[in-house]
């Protein structure tokens, strides 16, 4: 690395650090590297709208986040817990269980941990205080542990943002999500039933049976979203884009006509909340393409790529290497940023190992939304606070058992690679 670059890295950090937004720090130290490296300060322009022209996929961000934020504004959640209340409620435990399951079914929807914290996460947790038969901070780690398979089950904002860094095909991305979600949310729900007999919590208020079929008719349009998905993007009728629209469209379809649970007035706020969600992603994928040209031009992933070759460093090492690097700088760095500035650098390496793409995808997805739960950043465990009102402390202190599980599930997953791509190969992955 030359010493300009250096500078521009340390540059990028000092600025984020003092607590500058992420993307306006890179804009800054990348106009500073090319206007010391005597290039074209145009470049930056160039660079930023080549990257967002070329990249169609990228349409699918706004329409899943829109998408999304149109569920937890028609009362999706409070159908969605009624049916898994009637499926689990009655176990020890149950309200938390309710939450695990609530999550699984709602990331087939939504593709965003945060939405999935704002909309289920937050009105089980505060039904869970209500009752005063759980622990708040206990409450409100499995609410923000469980989000955390928002973005593993298809659709998956990340996934799509590793598609466009990567070049690898979103779909089976999407495909190799579902397996390590459901590994994800069983060993959750596995885990809270061993701390609700060991902690003697309360068995839950099921809903009876006979009134089932009436819970699953009022719930099912909402159940039907990822079935539509999948089956557009797998059965061939659509690209993972298009099927983004289709996921926005049906959303407010339901949520006008069948649902009639939104107004203008939410409506209007549902865009706009939209719109911020998205403008702040944009801004991000704006600064990583004009930093990750700076990267390229400086030969750092071909020389990390020689490197490791040079140390004969195995495939499984490797993997175990980045994702504990991840683990730790997911401690300090929100999952964007990291998809696209930091993976893009270890992306030569694991081709020249031979690391399929899509598992490195998964794998690091994964990573990326354990980060989002650990102390000290957590930008789950902030957003969840900020909606429940419980201390950060509470939270931290119950969020350790739920962040050693997910570690576990991760590394099933990176030992046994079957378990991220038998899906993707039964249709027709070759990878």
């Known amino acids: 690395?030359?010493?300009?670059?250096?500078?521009?890295?340390?540059?990028?950090?000092?600025?984020?650090?003092?607590?500058?937004?992420?993307?306006?720090?890179?804009?800054?130290?990348?106009?500073?590297?090319?206007?010391?490296?005597?290039?074209?300060?145009?470049?930056?322009?160039?660079?930023?709208?080549?990257?967002?022209?070329?990249?169609?996929?990228?349409?699918?961000?706004?329409?899943?986040?829109?998408?999304?934020?149109?569920?937890?504004?028609?009362?999706?959640?409070?159908?969605?817990?009624?049916?898994?209340?009637?499926?689990?409620?009655?176990?020890?435990?149950?309200?938390?269980?309710?939450?695990?399951?609530?999550?699984?079914?709602?990331?087939?929807?939504?593709?965003?941990?945060?939405?999935?914290?704002?909309?289920?996460?937050?009105?089980?947790?505060?039904?869970m205080i209500k009752q005063g038969r759980i622990p708040p901070g206990f409450a409100v780690s499995v609410a923000a542990s469980s989000a955390t398979i928002g973005p593993i089950i298809p659709p998956s904002i990340p996934m799509v943002i590793y598609a466009v860094v990567s070049d690898t095909s979103v779909g089976y991305l999407f495909l190799a999500g579902i397996i390590p979600g459901l590994i994800m949310g069983l060993s959750q729900m596995a885990l809270v039933g061993f701390v609700a007999r060991k902690r003697n919590f309360p068995r839950g208020e099921g809903i009876p049976l006979s009134k089932l079929p009436a819970t699953t008719y009022r719930a099912f349009p909402a159940l039907?979203?990822?079935?539509?998905?999948?089956?557009?993007?797998?059965?061939?009728?659509?690209?993972?884009?298009?099927?983004?629209?289709?996921?926005?469209?049906?959303?407010?379809?339901?949520?006008?006509?069948?649902?009639r649970e939104l107004s203008w007035k939410e409506a209007f706020r549902v865009l706009v909340d939209s719109s911020k969600a998205t403008s702040a992603v944009a801004l991000l994928i704006a600064g990583a393409l004009i930093f990750n040209y700076i990267v390229a031009s400086e030969r750092l992933p071909e020389q990390i790529g020689q490197l490791l070759r040079g140390l004969e460093v195995s495939p499984l090492v490797f993997l175990l290497l980045v994702n504990l690097l991840f683990l730790l700088l997911g401690c300090l760095f929100d999952a964007t940023t990291m998809l696209l500035v930091l993976v893009p650098l270890f992306l030569p390496a694991a081709r020249a190992l031979g690391i399929d793409m899509v598992h490195f995808g998964v794998v690091i997805v994964v990573n990326i939304m354990i980060g989002m739960i650990t102390p000290p950043y957590g930008v789950l465990l902030f957003v969840m606070s900020g909606l429940t009102g419980i201390a950060l402390r509470d939270i931290i202190r119950e969020i350790w058992a739920f962040i050693g599980i997910l570690i576990a599930a991760l590394l099933l997953m990176i030992f046994l690679p079957d378990v991220v791509l038998w899906l993707p190969r039964y249709f027709g992955y070759n990878g």
Do not use: H, W
């Not at 306006?24 to 145009?42: E, K, N």
């Not at 049916?83 to 939504?110: E, N, T, Y």
């Not at 539509?228 to 983004?244: D, F, M, R, S, V």
């Open 1 to 127: 690395m030359s010493t300009i670059f250096i500078l521009t890295l340390v540059a990028f950090f000092g600025l984020a650090v003092l607590g500058m937004p992420v993307a306006f720090a890179m804009f800054i130290a990348s106009i500073g590297y090319l206007i010391v490296t005597g290039r074209d300060v145009g470049l930056f322009g160039e660079q930023i709208l080549n990257g967002l022209y070329d990249s169609f996929v990228l349409l699918a961000v706004p329409l899943f986040i829109l998408a999304a934020n149109i569920m937890n504004a028609s009362g999706v959640s409070d159908r969605l817990f009624i049916f898994c209340q009637a499926l689990v409620g009655r176990f020890r435990g149950g309200l938390a269980q309710v939450d695990i399951l609530v999550s699984i079914i709602f990331s087939g929807m939504s593709g965003s941990a945060i939405a999935d914290a704002a909309g289920p996460g937050k009105l089980v947790t505060q039904m």
């Open 224 to 259: 039907l979203m990822p079935v539509i998905l999948l089956y557009c993007i797998y059965g061939g009728a659509t690209t993972p884009t298009e099927a983004a629209a289709i996921a926005a469209a049906y959303a407010l379809i339901l949520a006008v006509f069948f649902y």
